[in-house]
């Protein structure tokens, strides 16, 4: 997350598998479940089209949980501007991480920290 946010594309693919696959919120939403980014080719259109569709895009991790299955669970708030209209926007999000060999090998985003809580069996909090 700390090189998403200093813009530092290589440091952040340094921590990404090769072989990853980046489930977002946004993509599921519009192209259903089988939209995904796969690969680090894939993380370079992530990357681009993220940072040219809106500008000042951050996220912050409010709470960060170790579900002991090689999976993270991050809860918190992402934010951005419309490049166009300079509206400031954000939203809640929660991630599902799963890490292997200390890279991130795939991570689904969910709109609420609801549904990213009862995707790994933790609808009560």
């Given at each position: ?11 952040w693919?340094a921590t ?39 500008e ?9 949980r ?13 934010g951005?501007?419309g ?41 009560d909090?």
């Amino acid at each position: 997350m700390e090189a998403w946010q200093r813009d530092d594309y290589d440091s952040w693919l340094a921590t990404l598998d090769p072989a990853i696959e980046w489930h977002t919120g946004l993509e599921r939403l519009v192209e259903g479940t089988e939209s995904f980014y796969r690969g680090h080719d894939g993380m370079r259109r992530l990357w681009d089209g993220y940072r040219s569709q809106f500008e000042d895009f951050e996220v912050e991790a409010q709470e960060l949980r170790d579900l002991g299955d090689d999976r993270v669970l991050l809860l918190g708030r992402f934010g951005w501007r419309g490049p166009a209209s300079g509206i400031a926007t954000e939203s809640p999000l929660g991630m599902v991480v799963t890490i292997r060999g200390g890279k991130i090998i795939r991570s689904v985003d969910y709109f609420s920290h609801q549904e990213a809580l009862k995707a790994v069996g933790l609808e009560d909090g």
